[in-house]
């Protein structure tokens, strides 16, 4: 992988009652500190903007993955929670459904099948987050 850099501008507004904007190239996002640690909560926090780039980068991974293995993508949906407790730690599940078109064969069900679970081991930053002992768990549907 090539060298990158990214610029990010963030500007706050007030104190930890305030809220702040996020901008990098294609996008701009509210930030704010939580309610339950004392902010106005008007704004993504941290956790959640840290969800979000796991769930980008695994989602743009498996769609990179449909094309290589030219599958017939009928349709694409994936829901994604984020749950933290003192037993499990952080953890992230992702739950993608890929539907194929009508006329898929066996093997194109098998290879769309094998994808959602090689996306997580090619996802960057999903893998970045399991160095930091994050859990990631795929629980993945394909259907006609």
Known sequence: MADSKTNLKTVWYGNTKGNGRIQVNN????????EYYGGSGEGAEPKELLVTSA????????????????????GFTMDSEALNSKEEGFKIIHYPHIIL???ATEDQIQS???AIMAADKGCTVGNML???????????????
């Open 27 to 34: 996008l701009e996002t509210n930030i704010a500190i939580p």
């Open 55 to 74: 769930v980008a980068c695994y989602t743009m991974t498996l769609v990179a993955m449909f094309e290589t293995r030219k599958l017939p993508v009928a």
């Open 112 to 114: 769309a099948n094998r």
């Open 101 to 103: 078109s009508a006329d």
């Open 130 to 144: 399991k160095k930091a002992d994050v859990q990631i768990d795929i629980e993945g549907k394909v259907s006609i």
